[in-house]
């Protein structure tokens, strides 16, 4: 199992505020997912980085993959209510199962 | 389109019991799988399945049961049920394509065994 560790765990944070979640690991990943997941309900895809030093913006939010494919980061500028929720990492290695991250839960107070 | 659907959305169990969890998806995808979630352990796969006919197990298989009669559906059948298998289950499918294996959720089944 390629182990994917996220930090922080958990983040309170004011409405307005820059924050940036980690997920690294040992193992080189041929792509890597993050997921939001809101209270009840299933995670969704944000985004998938495939190559190396690959960034992706989603409006506030950008995405970023480590040179060696191993680690990536989230970062949310300017964080809303509505950012409130579990972010999780997912990491493909060479077959279908996708190795996940525990999660950061972010809690964004107005 | 619907997506990836689950029922029932809460059970609760008694020990020893026998249930199966439903999942139906109506994207055409040949990838699905079934994940539990507990607090502090984030997701973890139970089996999946690359297509119809064809099943595999992922990390904690032990005590479940899938089968993958049709590209729709991808039914976990839970044995005789323990206190350990209390957890939120989730189904997801994706697509062949690729190299990413993006997951597409369903809203996940609640389940607890007493």
């Known amino acids: 199992t390629q182990l994917l560790e996220q930090s922080p765990q958990f983040l309170s944070i004011q409405e307005g505020e820059n924050l940036t979640v980690y997920c690294n690991s040992s193992s080189v990943f041929s792509s890597l997912q993050w997921y939001r997941q809101e209270p009840g309900e299933g995670p969704v895809l944000l985004v998938t980085?495939?190559?190396?030093?690959e960034v992706k913006k989603l409006k506030r939010l950008t995405f970023q993959f480590g040179d060696a494919r191993k680690d990536s980061s989230l970062h949310i500028t300017a964080a809303q209510p509505g950012d409130t929720g579990l972010y999780l990492c997912?990491?493909?290695?060479?077959?279908?199962?996708?190795?996940f991250g525990k999660g950061t839960s972010l809690l964004v107070t107005p | 389109n619907a997506g990836v659907t689950q029922t029932p959305k809460f059970q609760v169990l008694k020990t020893g019991q026998s249930m199966t969890l439903q999942c139906a998806q109506d994207m055409n995808h040949e990838y699905m799988s079934w994940y539990r979630q507990d607090p502090g352990m984030g997701l973890r796969l139970i089996h999946y399945s690359v297509g119809a006919g064809i099943t595999d197990q992922g990390e904690v298989p032990n005590g479940y049961n899938v089968s993958r009669s049709t590209t729709e559906d991808f039914p976990l059948r839970l044995l005789s049920a323990a206190p350990s298998q209390t957890s939120v289950y989730f189904c997801a499918s994706s697509y062949s394509g690729g190299v990413s294996y993006e997951q597409y959720f369903g809203p996940g089944t609640r389940l607890t065994v007493t």
């Open positions: 980085v495939v190559t190396g030093g």
């Open positions: 997912a990491g493909a290695g060479s077959g279908y199962a996708l190795n």
